[in-house]
């Protein structure tokens, strides 16, 4: 198993990344997603706690083609927002390809603690593999795919935010000529 954790801050508050959490598809950094479907949504003890599938394409390098026939992903979601604690905690894992290689996501959203204001994510995976012979090689395959996706997955959250929470510039106006003094010297 290969264990891969990152950090990230948000210079937004964590009530905004919280709710744009739910709309960061589609953005141009996910255009592979290709679903996302509730399957469950309670509360529990003031916690927002829901289920998610989400369906994504998955290029598979030519070695992988021997062991998976199918290029769409599954991937459950689960995840718990607590708004007295200021967290959402976020599981996934996937529920294909699983005889290759199991790929698991914790991620925790909260308020930095340097700066009220931001918010930071820290993300943990885990990969493993029990294919005989090649676990070692297909686990640093994955986790160095996790690290490429993981850094799309940041952009593509902060481009949903810039998009809902930053107020749009507006244009500048023309320059406009001089004018021109009509005075002889």
Not at 1 to 17: E, I, P
Not at 79 to 95: E, H, M
Not at 147 to 173: F, Q, V
Request: net charge positive; aromatic share 12%; proline share 6%.
């Amino acid at each position: 198993m290969k264990f891969y954790s990152t950090n990230f801050v948000f210079k937004f508050a964590w009530d905004q990344v919280s709710s744009a959490y739910w709309n960061r598809y589609p953005n141009p950094w996910s255009l592979h997603v290709l679903s996302e479907d509730v399957l469950s949504r309670t509360v529990e003890d003031d916690k927002l706690k829901t289920k998610r599938l989400l369906t994504k394409t998955n290029r598979l390098p030519k070695w992988g083609e021997r062991f998976v026939s199918s290029r769409i992903a599954c991937i459950v979601e689960e995840s718990i927002v607590d708004p007295i604690a200021k967290t959402l905690t976020t599981y996934t894992r996937n529920i294909t390809y699983k005889t290759l290689m199991v790929v698991e996501e914790k991620c925790v959203y909260a308020v930095n603690p340097q700066n009220k204001e931001w918010t930071t994510c820290e993300k943990q995976s885990w990969v493993s593999s029990d294919v005989y012979g090649f676990a070692r090689a297909i686990e640093a395959f994955g986790v160095e795919r996790y690290k490429k996706n993981a850094k799309k997955a940041i952009k593509g959250l902060e481009h949903i935010m810039e998009k809902l929470y930053t107020p749009e510039r507006p244009p500048r106006p023309p320059t406009l000529p001089l004018p021109q003094s009509n005075m002889m010297a």
